[in-house]
């Protein structure tokens, strides 16, 4: 699987750069090094935030903020650490496909983000910050490099042709985008299928019943 040095020369290459960098936190010394580990992890939480990827959301029950000031709701919660995007908050017997309840996301006076809601016990269905790039999809690798490299061809490339450079990316991009969500979304329909079809055959006595009232075979 590609690390993120691997992506940052992806997205060099899409520049026609090329040198290859070797490290970027803490960068090998090198400019284009020290551009991608400055725009590396922008363009990665950027593309997290765009869509609730399978390898990225998760649900956690949330925990309470004591001493938040209630108005009009009656419970307040923390988000999580490694929130990138808040997808659902759920009654903690929510079945997977159930619709969110209502919620309103402010900040405390330190900049801590609450979660305010009239469920009690919520679970939250969010998008987690994933920085192990074995977890990425394939799709989610080249999305990234495109994105990445539309933020590299101003510092790197520099002046007008920069600026063309990083909306042609861009263009390249939305298309890579719009391919990982495909494939992605087709993956989680054959979880749930197959999650589906696991609950129908214990709800039944699984295959063992089935050949046992089907008798047995001559």
């Known amino acids: 699987m590609a690390g993120d040095v691997d992506i940052c020369n992806l997205a060099l290459s899409h520049l026609g750069e090329e040198a290859e960098v070797v490290a970027i936190a803490p960068p090998d010394g090198t400019s284009q090094a020290a551009q991608c580990g400055r725009f590396y992890p922008i363009a990665r ?3 997290l935030e765009m869509h609730p990827w399978t390898f990225a959301t998760t649900r956690v ?7 938040a000031e209630l108005t009009e709701w009656a419970f ?5 650490v490694k929130c990138v995007k808040v997808l659902q908050v759920l009654r903690p017997d929510a079945l997977e496909d159930s619709r969110g309840e209502d919620y309103i996301i402010e900040s405390a006076e330190d900049g801590t983000k609450i979660i305010f809601t009239n469920v009690e016990s919520a679970t939250l269905r969010y998008v987690r910050l994933v920085e192990d790039t074995t977890k990425f999809t394939p799709g989610f690798t080249n999305a990234l490099g495109r994105l990445l490299a539309s933020y590299l061809a101003g510092p790197i490339i520099k002046g007008t042709t920069g600026v063309q450079v990083a909306q042609a990316q861009l263009k390249v991009f939305a298309i890579e985008l719009a391919n990982a969500k495909v494939q992605d979304s087709n993956a989680e329909q054959r979880s ?7 609950s129908t055959e214990i709800a039944r006595g699984g295959p063992w019943c089935d050949w046992w009232r089907s008798g047995p075979r001559s």
Do not use: E, F, M, T
């Open 45 to 47: 939480n950027a593309l």
């Open 61 to 67: 029950a949330l925990a309470v903020v004591d001493g």
């Open 76 to 80: 307040a919660y923390a988000v999580p």
């Open 192 to 198: 749930n299928y197959r999650d589906r079809r696991s």
